[in-house]
C-alpha cells in the first residue's frame, strides 16, 4: 500500500517534468510548452500504464495492476485538473497532442494576476491542501472505524 501512495504522489507532481525544457524557451503554441503534453489524458492514460506496468510488474502486484493504474492516471489528471483552477497560465492541453487548445474551468479561484507568491499559496493552503487534508483525515477514521467494527477471524 505504501508503495501505491508513494507512486500516486510522484504522478501527481510528474506533469510538471516539462520545467526541465523552459531553458529552451519553446513557444506557447508548442507541444512541449508548460502545461500542454504532460498535462494531457494521453500522457495520463500513458504515463499511468507505463507506471504500472514497471513498478508493479511482479506476482504481488500482478491481480491489482488494472486498478493501481487507475489511482496514478488520477494522480496525474489530479494535476492537470487543478492547474485548470488557475488564472495564471494559457490554460491546460488536456487533448494534446490533438489539439493545441488550451482550457481553463469556468470557476478559477486559484492565482490573481498581480498576485504575490505568498498570496497565492495561501490560497492555494485553503482551496487545496485543507480539503484534502480534511478527506483524507476522514478516509482514515471510516477505514478505522471499519477495521475496529469488524471482528476478528
Known amino acids: 500500500?505504501?508503495?501505491?501512495?508513494?507512486?500516486?504522489?510522484?504522478?501527481?507532481?510528474?506533469?510538471?517534468?516539462?520545467?526541465l525544457l523552459w531553458p529552451l524557451n519553446l513557444p506557447d503554441t508548442s507541444p512541449f510548452a508548460h502545461r500542454a503534453l504532460t498535462h494531457s489524458l494521453v500522457f495520463a492514460v500513458t504515463a499511468a500504464l507505463a507506471i504500472a506496468f514497471v513498478f508493479f510488474s511482479d506476482e504481488r502486484w500482478r491481480a491489482s495492476r488494472t486498478r493501481?493504474?487507475?489511482v496514478?492516471?488520477?494522480?496525474?489528471?489530479?494535476?492537470?485538473?487543478l492547474d485548470a483552477l488557475s488564472t495564471y497560465s494559457l490554460g491546460i492541453g488536456f487533448?494534446?497532442?490533438?489539439?493545441?487548445?488550451?482550457?481553463?474551468?469556468?470557476?478559477?479561484?486559484?492565482?490573481?494576476?498581480?498576485?504575490?507568491?505568498?498570496?497565492q499559496l495561501r490560497q492555494e493552503a485553503?482551496?487545496?491542501?485543507?480539503p484534502a487534508a480534511l478527506i483524507a483525515w476522514l478516509a482514515w477514521r471510516i477505514r478505522r472505524r471499519r477495521a475496529v467494527a469488524a471482528p476478528a477471524a
Open 1 to 19: 500500500m505504501v508503495r501505491v501512495c508513494v507512486a500516486a504522489a510522484a504522478c501527481a507532481a510528474l506533469p510538471d517534468v516539462d520545467v
Open 68 to 70: 493501481i493504474a487507475l
Open 72 to 81: 496514478l492516471g488520477l494522480a496525474l489528471l489530479s494535476h492537470s485538473c
Open 95 to 119: 487533448f494534446v497532442p490533438f489539439s493545441e487548445q488550451r482550457y481553463r474551468f469556468p470557476w478559477s479561484p486559484l492565482g490573481r494576476p498581480g498576485g504575490t507568491i505568498a498570496g
Open 126 to 130: 485553503l482551496l487545496v491542501f485543507l
